[in-house]
């Protein structure tokens, strides 16, 4: 996972309130076994349509995702946030998210910055009414910025998950700070105790 600070760039404005992980990414999408390639599900329901928002020309390749409130709700997959970064959303902002689907952003890397109903609803409108609109997510002040629409907004998010983010660590990147400290018990772990490896040491 790469440290993030800002993110800058359109946003796709996705006006649409309740929305659950299986709208994000239907069910059928998670007999996949790669974690990669689920961007093409992403709403896939939905993209059906071609009016649908991520059909049209001028929200492609935009960074962030501007959502109703009640984003990521529902069941607890992953999926919902691979699909996300796969697409190539790299911060999603919304007035109230699922708090399980939060919890898996911050794994993935994906910043998801809860704003007020107000903010929200400002923000969405900018977005509609202006494609080009360049909205700044910037992680290290917590703050939501669209300065051609005059929004500045500040977004809930804990110290520990913003120290994470700046410093580009999942839950693997975490564990691997210790490694020192995890090198030095294998060194000494008794002979009897099962390997890191499998099986039991060889010592």
């Given at each position: 996972m790469q440290p993030i600070r800002t993110i800058t760039g359109r946003a796709v404005?996705?006006?649409?309130?309740?929305?659950?992980?299986?709208?994000?990414?239907?069910?059928?999408?998670?007999?996949?076994?790669?974690r990669t390639g689920f961007g093409e599900g992403l709403f896939s329901a939905w993209r059906e349509?071609?009016?649908f928002v991520l059909n049209r020309a001028e929200y492609a390749g935009a960074p962030v995702l501007v959502a109703g409130?009640?984003?990521g709700t529902g069941s607890s997959r992953e999926h919902a946030v691979w699909a996300l970064t796969d697409y190539g959303f790299e911060a999603v902002v919304s007035p109230r998210f699922g708090d399980i689907f939060a919890n898996n952003?911050?794994?993935?890397?994906?910043v998801a910055a809860q704003v007020s109903d107000e903010a929200g609803a400002s923000l969405l409108a900018a977005v509609q009414a202006?494609?080009?609109?360049e909205v700044t997510v910037d992680?290290?002040?917590?703050?939501?910025?669209?300065?051609?629409?005059?929004?500045?907004?500040?977004?809930v998010l804990d110290d520990f998950t913003r120290w994470r983010l700046l410093e580009g660590l999942d839950d693997?990147?975490?564990?691997?700070?210790?490694?020192?400290?995890i090198d030095a018990y294998e060194r000494d772990r008794p002979?009897?105790?099962p390997s890191a490896l499998g099986g039991s040491s060889d010592r």
């Open positions: 404005p996705l006006d649409r309130s309740d929305v659950d992980t299986d709208q994000i990414i239907p069910a059928e999408w998670l007999k996949r076994v790669e349509d071609p009016d409130p009640n984003f952003c911050t794994k993935a890397g994906l202006d494609p080009e609109l992680v290290a002040e917590r703050v939501v910025r669209a300065p051609a629409a005059g929004i500045e907004a500040s977004f693997v990147g975490l564990s691997l700070r210790h490694g020192d400290d002979a009897w105790l």
